[in-house]
Nanobody, 119 residues
Framework: QVQLQESGPGLVKPSQTLALTCTVS??????????WSWIRRAPGKGLEWMGT???????YIAPSLESRTSIFRDTSKNQFTLQLSSVTPEDTAVYYC???????????WGKGTLVTVSS
């Protein structure tokens, strides 16, 4: 069974760069044709898709976040990482990583990690 686990700091200061890593077990991030995504939910708001890295390494970033978001991977560790720069308190959210099966949607999710942006 595929399992995903987010890791990273729980507290980040405004203007800093947030980096979160998703470690995947039970499946490879380079296996055709799966995609691996970051999603977040801010307090009192709905889920927001942030970006995706494909099995090929191609990345797709939400237009609203494109200027300060990057996603990259370490295939040797079976991990993919989200970097969000110039964070503000509005970036406070629970961040999730998930596997995206083109035929079935996001079928495996991590438990999520709360990131608070505060000085």
């Amino acid at each position: 069974q595929v399992q995903l686990q987010e890791s990273g700091p729980g507290l980040v200061k405004p203007s800093q760069t947030l980096a979160l890593t998703c470690t995947v077990s039970g499946g490879s991030i380079v296996t055709n044709f799966f995609y691996w995504s970051w999603i977040r939910r801010a307090p009192g708001k709905g889920l927001e898709w942030m970006g995706t890295i494909a099995y090929s390494g191609t990345t797709y970033i939400a237009p609203s976040l494109e200027s300060r978001t990057s996603i990259f991977r370490d295939t040797s560790k079976n991990q993919f990482t989200l970097q969000l720069s110039s964070v503000t308190p509005e970036d406070t959210a629970v961040y999730y990583c998930a596997r995206d099966d083109p035929t079935g949607g996001m079928d495996y999710w991590g438990k999520g990690t709360l990131v608070t942006v505060s000085s």
